[in-house]
């Protein structure tokens, strides 16, 4: 079975300008999570997803980032523009349901703004 | 809010048993869980205890305290491929139920494996 896949693995860009990460979940998880993980840090969830809708999206900064899931199973969170306080590791994770124990994590993409 | 405490660091010779403990604080409590992260990798799932007591998988155990607000992960016959970080994370839980279903992660324990 193939887990979740995540691209870029990396991205370099200069602040100001816009990111975009995508996510493709294991197939049949209908819940989708971004995490935010800095450096030394545990990972810290953006936004949740039931399906297509964002359920849980409290810990977003809806200024800069936004973030679709059209049709309930790939999803891209982007930053526009993007600051140096963004240089992270952004990973997606995905579960079967919303009351799984366990969430299935994406290798991630890691952010540098410089 | 929520917050979890977790050594940052623990050295521990190969073939030996490791304690990594957790202590939370949150706004109700549903469960604990154990993540295991190597540099670059993924977070991948260990275990989770939502009741008291010890639960074991393989070399690897989890125990949880619910009124002592406190759990560990017990690593047995430790192997160099045991060096990664660590994280415990608590589902809180709310009267609403709201938020119940987000993980809050500790900072890590980055656990290194010496021959």
């Known amino acids: 079975e193939a887990g979740v896949v995540q691209s870029p693995r990396y991205k370099i860009i200069e602040k100001k300008q816009p990111v975009a990460f995508w996510c493709n979940p294991i197939?049949?998880?209908?819940?989708l999570y971004w995490y935010r993980q800095n450096l030394g840090q545990g990972p810290e969830l953006l936004i949740r997803?039931?399906?297509?809708?964002?359920?849980?999206d409290s810990q977003l900064p809806k200024d800069r980032f936004s973030a679709e899931r059209l049709k309930g199973v790939d999803s891209t969170l982007k930053i526009q523009p993007a600051e140096l306080g963004d240089s992270a590791v952004y990973l997606c994770?995905?579960?079967?349901?919303?009351?799984?124990?366990?969430?299935?994590f994406g290798p991630g993409t890691r952010l540098t703004v410089l | 809010g929520q917050s979890l405490e977790q050594p940052s660091e623990v050295t521990a010779v190969e073939g030996a048993i490791v304690q990594i403990n957790c202590t939370y604080q949150?706004?109700?409590?549903?469960?604990l869980s154990w993540y295991q992260q190597h540099d670059g990798g993924a977070p991948t799932f260990l275990s989770y205890n939502a009741l008291d007591g010890l639960e074991e998988t393989g070399r690897f155990s989890s125990f949880l305290s619910r009124s002592d607000s406190y759990g560990y992960l017990l690593l047995q016959e430790l192997q160099m491929k045991d060096s990664a970080s660590y994280f415990c994370?608590?589902?809180?839980?709310?009267?609403?139920?709201?938020?119940?279903?987000?993980?809050?992660f500790g900072k890590g324990t980055k656990l290194s494996v010496i021959p």
């Open positions: 197939s049949g998880h209908n819940t």
């Open positions: 997803y039931e399906n297509e809708e964002a359920v849980d």
């Open positions: 994770a995905s579960s079967s349901s919303p009351v799984s124990n366990e969430q299935f």
């Open positions: 994370a608590v589902r809180p839980g709310s009267i609403s139920g709201a938020g119940s279903y987000q993980l809050t």
């Open positions: 949150t706004s109700g409590f549903y469960g």
